[in-house]
C-alpha cells in the first residue's frame, strides 16, 4: 500500500463506503480509518467527516486488531466482512483466531457454507463448530437467509442420491422440500378454517 495522506485515505475511505460492491479490501480501507484517526484525534471526528457512526469506525479499525496472519487473509479478500472480522475478534486465542480464519476461508473460496463441510474444516482446526458456523453466517451477504439443519448420515445420502436422480443442486432439492411442505401445510390450514 503507498503511503497514505489525508486525501488520499478519505478517497479510499468515500469510495469504499458508499457503493454495495468496494473497490479495496477491507485492511486498506481499515489503514485508511487508523490515518485519519491519527489526523483527527478521535473515532467521532472521523465518523461526522466521514458520514458514519462512530461504531462503523470502530468495526473498520477492529480488523488492524486481527492476527497478522487473518489480516492477510482480508488483504487479498479470501475473507471480506467486517461482521466476520469482529466475530473473529471475538476469539482471544491467536491460534484459535487463526485456525477459523483459515477454516471460513476455505469454505468461502469453496464457495460453500454448507454445514459438513464447516464442521469437516473446524475438526482439524480445533475450533468449535458453533464458533466457526457463527462465524460463516455472520459472513453472509444481506438478504441471504441461512438455516444450519444437521442431518444423520441416512437421510443425507438419500438427500444427495435424489438430488442427483432430478439433477439438482442438493440444496434446491432441500429448498424444493420445505416450499412443498409450506404449501402442504397452508393447504391443511385452509381446510380447517374452512369447515
Excluded at 104 to 117: G, Q, V
Excluded at 124 to 138: F, T
Aim: with cysteine; aromatic share 6%.
Amino acid at each position: 500500500m503507498k503511503k497514505l495522506d489525508e486525501n488520499g485515505a478519505l478517497a479510499i475511505v468515500f469510495d469504499n463506503i458508499r457503493r454495495k460492491k468496494r473497490s479495496d479490501d477491507l485492511v486498506t480501507i481499515a489503514k485508511s480509518f487508523e490515518h485519519l484517526f491519527k489526523l483527527y484525534g478521535s473515532q467521532k471526528a472521523v465518523a461526522e467527516k466521514v458520514g458514519l457512526s462512530p461504531e462503523m469506525v470502530r468495526q473498520f479499525l477492529a480488523v488492524l486488531k486481527l492476527q497478522k496472519k487473518v489480516q492477510k487473509l482480508f488483504s487479498k479478500r479470501q475473507i471480506d466482512s467486517v461482521d466476520t472480522a469482529k466475530e473473529l475478534l471475538a476469539l482471544k486465542d491467536s491460534a484459535k483466531q487463526i485456525k477459523a480464519a483459515k477454516a471460513i476461508s476455505d469454505s468461502l473460496s469453496k464457495d460453500s457454507k454448507d454445514t459438513r463441510d464447516i464442521k469437516r474444516l473446524v475438526r482439524g482446526s480445533n475450533v468449535a463448530v458453533e464458533e466457526a458456523k457463527k462465524a460463516v453466517l455472520n459472513a453472509k451477504p444481506k438478504g441471504l437467509h441461512i438455516f444450519v439443519m444437521d442431518f444423520d448420515d441416512e437421510m443425507y445420502r438419500a438427500i444427495m442420491r435424489q438430488a442427483k436422480i432430478l439433477k439438482i443442486k442438493p440444496v434446491e432439492l432441500v429448498r424444493e422440500i420445505v416450499i412443498d411442505w409450506l404449501k402442504h401445510k397452508a393447504r391443511i390450514k385452509e381446510k380447517q378454517g374452512g369447515c
